[in-house]
């Protein structure tokens, strides 16, 4: 499994940001749960939201009502819209993929959002 994120950036605060991840699976895709992490330097990784082969979507306090997690099957693609962005948001991304019941996961390479002030 192979995961490819892009569409990090510099962005104001009160700005927006589209977040893909493109996965590479032989497995069918529908079968996977999907999410993105975030980590900043210092920090232990934290969860901001996931999506489940069933589409029910999970959110970190700090994401609800700004952000909003989708996938689409067919292009094999995980998003995250970031609306509403704050400095303190500014981190390393991460998207990840992992078979439901299962505690091992397969991660991107990261992306870096950095929100000014």
């Known amino acids: 499994v192979q995961l490819q994120a892009s569409g990090g950036g510099l962005v104001q605060a009160g700005g927006s940001l589209r977040l893909s991840c493109v996965v590479s699976?032989?497995?069918?895709?529908?079968?996977?749960?999907l999410g993105w992490y975030r980590q900043t330097p210092g920090t232990q990784r934290e969860l901001v939201a996931e999506i489940s082969t069933g589409y029910r979507k999970t959110y970190a306090d700090s994401a609800k009502g700004r952000f909003t997690v989708s996938r689409d099957n067919a292009a094999k693609t995980v998003y995250l819209q970031m609306n509403g962005l704050k400095p303190e948001d500014t981190a390393v991304y991460f998207c990840y993929a992992k078979v439901p019941n299962s505690s091992a996961k397969y991660w991107g390479q990261g992306t870096q959002v950095t929100v000014s002030s």
């Open positions: 699976v032989s497995s069918p895709f529908r079968l996977y749960v």
